[in-house]
């Protein structure tokens, strides 16, 4: 198993230092099939394939601001969950932005998503630098007490054909040696097919947190690559970017399910799309040895969608 001194030299005691809009370039690096036309009713000719048997999930970041534009992007999710049918979400960071007393998580999370929280999805949390102190204690947010962690689920959508699914949670808000040391053996423990992981600071950046992504990227891209990670998730940035693949890795950054900086994107060689008018989230579904996603603005367009293969290295 690799040690990664050097890595680990840079990391140790990190704390992440962490208007246009981003329009969908013509090129898409191979692996991925884009398409960006708008849609406006969910579940009408849908990106998404809805198969039996499939991994579906929602993906939020910078969810938890408590105000009239985060429990109206919660009612559009809740109205895509009528017709795709997601059974879990990822929460990317920043869940609530707050001191962290009952009443905080009530009217952050539990009243915006109680529809969701109703119909039985669960939720899964990373940590942000705005989350109050002892999230990982919250039962809601499924991390068990623990700041990082790891869950999977299985895809039965191919009949004879099972795919394994590995969820990998990164603190990137404390990402010291050793964590770096636990996602390497986490990581390389797996035989899952796919391997996602989703966590706070992106990697890559077409935003203002630049230097930030740069510090991260150090100390988990090496990691990622050596074992074989399919897509990273991360918010931070107050917008959506889907990066074109960096070394065999899709990156999206979910940065705008309540918070938004309209105007804050700024396309660069890293843009394959993007889109900051609005706040959004996104639905993903893995079926076999495809993942299809759609990111949806606040008011229920699809501003991206495509498809991309597990291992398209």
Same mark, same amino acid.
Request: net charge negative.
């Given at each position: 198993?690799?040690?990664?001194?050097?890595?680990?030299?840079?990391?140790?005691?990190?704390?992440?230092?962490?208007?246009?809009?981003?329009?969908?370039?013509?090129?898409?690096?191979?692996?991925?099939?884009?398409?960006?036309?708008?849609?406006?009713?969910?579940?009408?000719?849908?990106?998404?394939?809805?198969?039996?048997?499939?991994?579906?999930?929602?993906?939020?970041?910078?969810?938890?601001?408590?105000?009239?534009?985060?429990?109206?992007?919660?009612?559009?999710?809740?109205?895509?969950?009528?017709?795709?049918?997601?059974?879990?979400?990822?929460?990317?960071?920043?869940?609530?932005?707050?001191?962290?007393?009952?009443?905080?998580?009530?009217?952050?999370?539990?009243?915006?998503?109680? %529809? =969701?929280? #109703?119909?039985? $999805?669960? @939720?899964? *949390?990373?940590?942000?630098?705005?989350?109050?102190?002892? &999230?990982? +204690?919250?039962?809601?947010?499924?991390?068990?007490?623990?700041?990082?962690?790891?869950?999977?689920?299985?895809?039965?959508?191919? %009949? =004879?054909? #099972?795919?394994? $699914?590995? @969820?990998? *949670?990164?603190?990137?808000?404390?990402?010291?040696?050793? &964590?770096? +040391?636990?996602?390497?053996?986490?990581?390389?423990?797996?035989?899952?097919?796919?391997?996602?992981?989703?966590?706070?600071?992106?990697?890559?950046?077409?935003?203002?947190?630049? @230097?930030? *992504?740069?510090?991260?990227?150090?100390?988990?891209?090496?990691?990622?690559?050596?074992?074989?990670?399919?897509?990273?998730?991360?918010?931070?940035?107050?917008?959506?970017?889907?990066?074109?693949?960096?070394?065999?890795?899709?990156?999206?950054?979910?940065?705008? *399910?309540?918070?938004?900086?309209?105007?804050?994107?700024?396309?660069?060689?890293?843009?394959?799309?993007?889109?900051?008018?609005?706040?959004?989230?996104?639905?993903?579904?893995?079926?076999?040895?495809?993942?299809?996603?759609?990111?949806?603005?606040?008011?229920?367009?699809?501003?991206?969608?495509?498809?991309?293969?597990?291992?398209?290295?």
């Amino acid at each position: 198993m690799m040690r990664r001194a050097a890595a680990l030299a840079l990391v140790a005691g990190l704390t992440a230092a962490c208007g246009q809009q981003g329009r969908p370039t013509s090129e898409d690096r191979a692996g991925v099939e884009a398409s960006h036309a708008p849609e406006s009713t969910p579940g009408e000719t849908s990106p998404l394939p809805n198969v039996a048997g499939s991994i579906r999930f929602a993906v939020l970041g910078d969810a938890g601001r408590g105000d009239r534009r985060q429990y109206e992007t919660a009612a559009t999710l809740a109205a895509w969950h009528a017709t795709f049918p997601f059974d879990f979400v990822l929460m990317l960071g920043d869940n609530i932005y707050a001191a962290g007393a009952p009443g905080d998580y009530a009217q952050r999370f539990e009243r915006p998503y109680q %529809p =969701l929280l #109703a119909a039985g $999805v669960t @939720f899964h *949390a990373a940590l942000g630098n705005h989350d109050p102190p002892g &999230q990982e +204690h919250y039962p809601l947010f499924n991390m068990g007490g623990h700041r990082y962690y790891t869950f999977e689920r299985t895809d039965a959508s191919v %009949p =004879l054909r #099972a795919s394994d $699914v590995l @969820f990998i *949670a990164i603190d990137t808000v404390a990402l010291t040696g050793e &964590q770096l +040391h636990w996602i390497d053996e986490a990581l390389a423990e797996s035989d899952a097919d796919w391997k996602i992981a989703f966590f706070h600071h992106p990697l890559y950046t077409s935003g203002r947190y630049q @230097f930030g *992504a740069s510090r991260v990227r150090s100390a988990l891209e090496p990691l990622f690559v050596e074992h074989g990670v399919d897509v990273g998730l991360s918010g931070h940035e107050h917008f959506y970017e889907r990066v074109r693949p960096q070394r065999g890795i899709h990156y999206f950054t979910s940065g705008a *399910a309540g918070a938004l900086r309209q105007g804050d994107l700024r396309p660069s060689q890293w843009t394959a799309a993007g889109f900051d008018d609005d706040t959004h989230f996104l639905l993903m579904e893995i079926s076999g040895d495809v993942l299809y996603f759609a990111a949806v603005s606040g008011t229920g367009e699809v501003v991206d969608s495509g498809r991309l293969a597990a291992g398209a290295r």
